[in-house]
């Protein structure tokens, strides 16, 4: 079977079966994200990590920033390699990579601000016996996660690097994983995001890079992927 067949095969499989799990056991709101967020609840429905410097600034901003340099890094070696002789061989890939995560986010984003689905910590109601979650909340634009996207655009790394150099492929892919996740995580505990938003994250970025890796396929079997 050729690669490129293979690929197909082997992503489409993925694709549907995370689809299906995803949409089985974590819909929004369900009962799944719901004990999973329950531990950072108080018992009048406040979130009292929300404003935690370490999750609030640490995680939300600082950490945020650090990736982004990583993905401006690939860009200015883009921009010299207009210029500069040894960066000529990664001007396609560095383009690409760079390009997919602003694509990657920017669709999150986008269906971020079209989506109806509140803040966890816009849906808890409190009452005189505790409190109850109001899914009807009008306050919405919570659906997909945006901050986890940051992390989670690391995957196009994958592509990238995928038929070049499978070590720094699968750095890319595990990396991605685990810092959209953990980003993910921690906006869950400040009540910003149930699970099920990350997770979707993950599958639409990962649907993205998909699609439009099958579409350059050519380009990553002809053309270096690394500096010399």
Same mark, same amino acid.
């Given at each position: 079977?050729?690669?490129k067949?293979? *690929?197909?095969l082997y992503?489409?499989?993925f694709?549907?079966?995370? *689809?299906?799990?995803?949409?089985?056991?974590?819909?929004?709101? %369900?009962?799944?994200?719901?004990a999973l967020?329950?531990?950072w609840?108080s018992? /009048?429905?406040?979130?009292?990590?929300?404003?935690?410097?370490?999750?609030?600034?640490?995680?939300?901003?600082?950490?945020?920033?650090?990736?982004?340099?990583?993905?401006?890094?690939?860009?200015?070696?883009?921009?010299?390699?207009?210029?500069?002789e040894?960066?000529?061989?990664?001007?396609?890939?560095? %383009?690409y990579?760079?390009?997919?995560?602003?694509?990657?986010?920017?669709?999150?984003?986008l269906?971020?601000?079209q989506?109806?689905?509140?803040?966890p910590?816009?849906?808890?109601?409190?009452?005189?016996q505790?409190?109850?979650?109001?899914?009807s909340?009008?306050?919405?634009?919570?659906?997909?996660g %945006?901050?986890? /996207?940051?992390?989670?655009?690391?995957?196009?790394?994958?592509?990238?690097?995928?038929?070049?150099?499978?070590?720094?492929?699968?750095?890319f892919?595990?990396?991605?994983?685990?810092?959209g *996740?953990?980003?993910?995580?921690?906006?869950?505990?400040?009540g910003?995001?149930?699970?099920?938003?990350?997770?979707?994250?993950?599958?639409?970025?990962?649907?993205?890079n998909?699609?439009?890796?099958?579409?350059?396929?050519?380009?990553?079997?002809?053309?270096?992927?690394?500096?010399?």
């Open positions: 079977m050729h690669d067949q293979r *690929f197909i992503q489409g499989c694709l549907v079966i995370s *689809f299906c799990m995803l949409w089985v056991f974590f819909p929004i709101g %369900g009962s799944l994200d719901l967020i329950h531990p609840v018992e /009048s429905g406040k979130f009292l990590l929300r404003d935690n410097w370490y999750l609030a600034e640490l995680n939300h901003r600082y950490v945020k920033d650090l990736i982004i340099l990583v993905y401006a890094s690939f860009f200015i070696i883009w921009l010299a390699s207009f210029k500069v040894k960066f000529k061989p990664v001007r396609w890939t560095y %383009g990579f760079f390009c997919m995560v602003i694509l990657s986010t920017s669709i999150i984003g269906l971020k601000s989506s109806a689905h509140a803040c910590w816009n849906s808890t109601i409190p009452t005189s505790g409190f109850f979650w109001d899914f909340a009008s306050k919405g634009h919570c659906f997909p %945006g901050h986890a /996207s940051t992390g989670f655009a690391l995957m196009a790394g994958y592509a990238v690097f995928r038929q070049s150099n499978k070590k720094r492929a699968y750095f892919l595990v990396s991605g994983c685990i810092l *996740f953990a980003m993910g995580w921690a906006q869950m505990m400040r910003a995001h149930f699970l099920s938003h990350n997770l979707w994250t993950a599958w639409i970025i990962w649907l993205v998909v699609i439009f890796y099958l579409f350059n396929y050519k380009r990553f079997t002809i053309t270096p992927s690394s500096p010399e």
